[in-house]
């Protein structure tokens, strides 16, 4: 799937592969924030990897972290974490197994749902390949909260955003697509099968 956007190419050499938020409190069954198509898209985000791996692509993942204090306006709107789950320290805001990160991924730990707020995400980036990272690759979840949120800001902040349709997850179809319709001006839209041939290609 594309958007039909394609006012720029991407390059393998100046891409990061951004997984967000592919958390056991979010993936696994029954667990506070569950996002039930997330785990059904984790073979199709683990292959992605894996290619990125393979091509020296860097991989970094988010984590969120919810604070009764620090956080009250995620708290207001999901009133269900106020007391229990997203906590610092706990087993829930770990990466999944499946996509277990490797000793030379970077993990970015947020509290606000864009991974470039009040993080060193923009630093880490500007700094990987001597400064020729100018693209990131978005996949993981929630579709329309924490991927769009950092795809916006992303794109803020001048880099090109690949957004992936089917690897990306949200509480509801509705929602998923609507965020997908808002990448037409943030970004481009690519399926996860088109993102690994345009990493095969060195561009897409």
């Not at 394609?6 to 592919?22: G, H, N, P, Q």
């Not at 073979?43 to 894996?50: G, S, T």
């Not at 829930?92 to 009040?118: C, M, N, T, W």
């Not at 880490?124 to 769009?148: K, P, Y």
């Amino acid at each position: 799937m594309t958007n039909g956007n394609e006012k720029w190419v991407f390059e393998r050499d100046k891409s990061a592969l951004m997984v967000i938020d592919m958390q056991n409190d979010f993936v696994l069954d029954g667990a506070i924030m569950e996002v039930k198509e997330a785990k059904h898209q984790l073979p199709k985000i683990k292959n992605l990897i894996a290619k990125c791996r393979e091509l020296n692509v860097p991989v970094l993942y988010t984590v969120h972290e919810t604070d009764a204090a620090l956080n009250p306006l995620e708290i207001a709107a999901f009133p269900h974490l106020k007391n229990a789950g997203m906590r610092t320290g706990t087993a829930g805001v770990e990466v999944v197994d499946e996509l277990g990160p490797q000793p030379e991924d970077v993990i970015i730990r947020k509290k606000r749902f864009s991974a470039f707020y009040q993080t060193d995400l923009d630093l880490i980036l500007r700094n990987m390949r001597d400064s020729s990272i100018d693209t990131i690759i978005v996949c993981g979840t929630v579709t329309n909260i924490c991927c769009e949120s950092t795809a916006r800001d992303a794109f803020f902040r001048d880099y090109k955003v690949v957004f992936g349709s089917d690897i990306c997850s949200a509480l509801t179809p509705e929602a998923h697509e609507a965020t997908l319709a808002n990448m037409d001006i943030f970004g481009r839209v690519l399926d996860c099968e088109s993102i690994i041939e345009a990493l095969d290609n060195g561009k897409g």
